[in-house]
């Protein structure tokens, strides 16, 4: 059965204190792996597309990287303004739609 | 994303009416899909259509049905609305069954 599990649910992190965000899976076949955004009451804004092992993509603040079994999105030196649902998608081959993690909550203090 | 918008943004309604909700997208996408959003569940797809009249069902179709007459409106309709129902639903938008999927704002929908 295809899974995706976010770890871990939620993360309070002070003002450039720098962390990871982990995203496992299990599927039958993987075409991409998407990592997205979600601030409270909006939908998801996308941020990645990783599709082969050892693929990684940069953008601002987050970095994220692919293996065969999980994905992680790195956050270096992360703003009030990072506080927001990363949600973790799977695409299946074969398959139309995403599957989703539950997501992880990240809150940044200042 | 302003390609993408979805009406109501919020609606109450009574168990056994019926409700529509619409999506509409300015991109010409030929891919679109529902998914609703529930605590302790991630993201789940409903229907989805990958031109105009051609839709297939997702995981959690039951209790609702989709049409797409035109490339940019994908409407989603709950025939007799349940409680179970109560939701966040969301549209999203993709050139191609393996592309980025971009989302729209969502719809609140509360089942009484």
């Known amino acids: 059965e295809d899974q995706v599990t976010q770890s871990p649910e939620a993360l309070r992190l002070q003002e450039g204190e720098s962390s990871s965000l982990n995203c496992s899976y299990t599927v039958s076949g993987l075409r991409g792996l998407f990592w997205y955004r979600q601030d409270p009451g909006k939908g998801p804004e996308f941020l990645f597309t990783?599709?082969?092992a050892g693929e990684e993509k940069e953008k601002e603040r987050l970095k994220a990287t692919l293996t065969k079994k999980e994905s992680f999105l790195h956050i270096t030196a992360p703003k009030p303004e990072d506080s927001a649902t990363y949600l973790c998608a799977v695409q299946v081959s074969g398959a139309n739609n995403l599957f989703f993690g539950t997501g992880t909550r990240l809150t940044v203090i200042p | 994303d302003a390609g993408i918008t979805q009406s109501p943004r919020h609606k109450v309604t009574e168990t056994g009416t019926p409700v529509t909700l619409r999506c509409h997208q300015t991109?010409?996408?030929?891919?679109m899909y529902w998914y609703r959003q529930d605590p302790g569940h991630g993201l789940r797809l409903i229907h989805y259509s990958y031109g105009v009249k051609d839709t297939d069902k997702g995981e959690v179709s039951d209790g609702y049905s989709v049409s797409r007459s035109k490339t940019e409106d994908f409407l989603l309709t709950l025939e007799s609305a349940t409680s179970s129902q109560t939701s966040v639903y969301f549209c999203?938008?993709?050139?191609?069954?393996?592309?980025?999927?971009?989302f729209g704002p969502g719809t609140r929908l509360t089942v009484l």
């Open positions: 991109e010409n996408h030929r891919y």
């Open positions: 990783l599709y082969s």
């Open positions: 999203a938008m993709g050139t191609s069954g393996a592309d980025t999927q971009y």
